[in-house]
């Protein structure tokens, strides 16, 4: 089973950036379609970005478009969110996520490794 490690959340003012990192173990990060997810108090878990293995597919909520980029590094074995002008509504726990095989739609479901999360919160 892979271990997945969430860094790099946060308080910051509305406007700002942050950039969360996930380590993954083991030897076949490249071959999985990576994601991060978010959820907020009181709210359900909700997709926020997936990138395919090879990167060259991408997809984000349309909350987040124009704002957040994910990205990743095969030989680190590791998914980047970048976050950027920052919102109030952004404050969840983010979390990556190792989607079970190929590409497709992004149901939590269809995830089968979760990290345990790391706070972002935003002030207003």
């Known amino acids: 089973q892979v271990q997945l490690v969430e860094s790099g959340g946060g308080l910051v003012q509305a406007g700002g950036s942050l950039r969360l990192s996930c380590a993954a173990s083991?030897?076949?990060?490249?071959?999985?379609?990576m994601g991060w997810f978010r959820q907020a108090p009181g709210k359900e878990r909700e997709f926020v970005a997936a990138?395919?293995?090879?990167?060259?597919?991408?997809i984000y909520l349309d909350s987040v478009k124009g704002r957040f980029t994910i990205s990743r590094d095969n030989r680190k074995n590791t998914v980047y969110l970048q976050m950027n002008s920052l919102k109030p509504d952004d404050t969840a726990v983010y979390y990556c996520?190792?989607?079970?095989?190929?590409?497709?739609?992004?149901?939590?479901?269809?995830?089968?490794?979760w990290g345990q999360g790391t706070q972002v919160t935003v002030s207003s």
């Open positions: 990138i395919s293995s090879s990167g060259d597919l991408i």
């Open positions: 996520a190792r989607r079970r095989t190929g590409w497709g739609t992004m149901a939590s479901t269809n995830f089968d490794s």
């Open positions: 083991g030897r076949t990060f490249s071959i999985y379609t």
